[in-house]
């Protein structure tokens, strides 16, 4: 018989092709051992050899990627190659024909409990489905068992965002250009122009333009570790450049020839967050924020200001009005001002209403 019960209770399949043996497993019941069998055999009748998957997923990793080296942007493969490196044990060291999306679940359960950033497991679900992808392509496997495996909920606490206020602002520019004028200045526009860090590191000499306005012309990003792309929504956008940095703006790109990058160091180099960081000595003078926390700043100081919601949307570049919306919540709504207005209205002292002529 093809399936067989063991002494032990479980269940043994044995798969063979014509006379010749292929492969066997056990299961712990028939119906799984039925069911692999049915696969297996569906498989060698599309024409999928079943010993090559008796292969070890962590050897058929490093053949995709040899090849994938060949057909996708760096950036892709950058991400892909991390994938080696975060398969747990569990998944790398078992044939890569056994994986179901069992195994699947697991490992991205385990990468969510490791404690890695929501997007980073996303990104590691997709390069591990870009290789069942492939090894479908190449009849290593039958089908795709990451498709039907859904993520798993985060448990990580969402980092939220702290922007400066226009005066701790002010104060962490001061902070700042006791280490390093120039980088102070460079943030200091960055909490005035809302432009994210990829898209600072990228802004030329040209883009600056003070006719009609002046104006940063945006449509470059340069992510550290990566080429030069597009923006983040792929559009061009125009940043107003107020009169609080438009000195320090026309500063920097005095004397500069139209294709250099108007954000460097004083040494003329090209930012890197880890080193601006170290040299403006980031954590004793930023109160516990990020660098991305100068883009929300931009964001609050305009609205505060009365700039409405659609303009700043179209400044940051966000494609939903949703998102700009986040910074109107933090600052507080109409309805929120109003019920702060009642509470700190006449007649109340520390939220009880006066009463007059008790004994």
């Known amino acids: 018989m093809s399936v067989h019960k063991l002494p032990s209770g479980r269940w043994h399949a044995r798969l063979k092709s014509g006379r010749e043996y292929v492969g066997s497993r056990t299961f712990d019941t028939r119906r799984d051992a039925m069911a692999w069998l049915t696969r297996e055999r569906a498989a060698m009748a599309g024409g999928i050899d079943p010993r090559a998957g008796r292969r ?32 747990p044990k569990f998944l790398s060291a078992v044939q890569i024909g056994s994986v179901t999306d069992r195994e699947v679940s697991r490992a991205l359960v385990a990468l969510n409990r490791s404690g890695l950033a929501e997007s980073s497991v996303r990104r590691f679900r997709a390069s591990l489905s870009a290789f069942f992808a492939w090894a479908v392509l190449e009849r290593i496997v039958a089908t795709n068992p990451v498709k039907t495996a ?59 333009v003070e006719v009609p306005l002046p104006l940063l012309l945006v449509s470059r990003a340069a992510p550290e570790g990566v080429d030069v792309k597009t923006t983040k929504s792929g ?25 250099d990058l108007l954000f460097v160091t004083s040494s003329g180099h090209r930012l890197h967050a880890s080193a601006v960081k170290r040299t403006v000595q980031w954590t004793e003078v930023s109160g516990g924020r990020r660098i991305h926390d100068l883009r929300h700043t931009a964001a609050c100081l305009w609205l505060a200001r009365g700039v ?11 494609a939903s009005i949703a998102t700009t919306n986040i910074y109107l919540h933090h600052l507080g709504t109409t309805a929120d001002r109003a019920g702060l207005d009642r509470l700190n209205g006449l007649g109340h002292t520390w939220g009880t209403r006066r009463e007059t002529g008790a004994s």
Do not use: C, N, Y
């Open 56 to 87: 070890l997923v962590r050897v058929v990793v490093q053949e995709w990627l040899e090849q994938r080296e060949h057909t996708v942007s760096a950036k892709t493969f950058t991400a892909d190659a991390a994938l080696p490196r975060l398969l």
């Open 308 to 318: 409405d919601a659609v303009t700043v949307q179209t400044w940051l570049g966000h």
């Open 150 to 208: 859904p993520m798993p909920k985060t448990r990580v606490i969402r980092s939220e965002m702290r922007p400066f206020s226009e005066a701790e602002l002010e104060a962490f520019h001061a902070m700042a250009a006791g280490q390093d004028a120039r980088l102070a200045d460079v943030l200091l526009v960055a909490g005035w122009t809302g432009l994210r860090w990829s898209e600072l590191r990228e802004v030329r000499v040209r883009d600056f």
């Open 235 to 259: 559009r061009r956008r125009s940043v107003p450049v107020s009169d609080r940095v438009l000195p320090i703006v026309r500063a920097l790109a005095a004397d500069r020839r139209l294709d």
